[in-house]
């Protein structure tokens, strides 16, 4: 592992085929693109960042390209590797709704403490909003441009016992009640 030409080991690839949604040949062909991309075999936050700025070139990508890479880098080692790559990839995009919908809740529940609080539902919707850039969110209708706002609908549509923070429970039966939440919630990212 390392170099570009490197190939997969043997229990890696077994393991990703167990528990993602690719299948063996498309396996080997994302790790192909992925070491071509990355020949260390890892990427950094630095490299992460990059790369989502190439595709919100408007906005500022930064903070929510964090977001996403400390939900990529399950091992907490500081770089996301191919396997924490396609898990990841394939939860958010072959996922079923359900699977997408607790990759987020992880996303937004950034101290890891098994729920959302309005602070870190707002942290999360500010960095949306920054890599969207001011030209997307002034095209927003007037009471969705403000991270706050939003907020507050969020919460008042998931919030049931109004205890100022959300379980994920209360994420994944909110979701299922109400499709457009799920497009806020993931903002468009997390496509069926």
């Known amino acids: 592992m390392g170099k570009s030409g490197s190939k997969l080991n043997k229990k890696t690839l077994q393991d990703l085929i167990e528990n993602t949604n690719f ?3 498309e396996i080997k062909q994302l790790y192909k693109g992925f ?5 260390t075999g890892k990427v950094t936050l630095k490299e992460f960042k990059y790369i989502y ?6 906005g500022n990508a930064d903070d929510f390209a964090k977001h996403v890479f ?21 939860m958010t995009s072959r996922g079923s709704v359900e699977d997408k919908l607790r990759w987020t809740f992880g996303m937004y529940d950034l101290d890891k403490d098994g729920f959302i609080t309005r602070d870190e539902m707002l942290n999360i919707l500010e960095a949306i909003y920054d890599m969207m850039g001011p030209e997307v969110i002034e095209s927003l209708p007037p009471e969705e441009r403000c991270p706050a706002k939003r907020r507050d609908k969020i919460f008042e549509l998931l919030d049931h016992n109004d205890d100022h923070i959300i379980t994920l429970e209360e994420f994944l039966e909110g979701a299922q009640r109400d499709k457009a939440l799920v497009e806020v919630l993931t903002n468009g990212i997390l496509k069926k």
């Open 53 to 58: 700025g190439r595709f919100f070139p408007s």
């Open 35 to 39: 070491h071509r991309d990355c020949p």
């Open 70 to 90: 400390r939900t990529f880098d399950t091992n907490k080692d500081g770089y996301v590797d191919f396997s924490e790559f396609l898990t990841a990839v394939s």
């Open 23 to 25: 299948s063996e040949e």
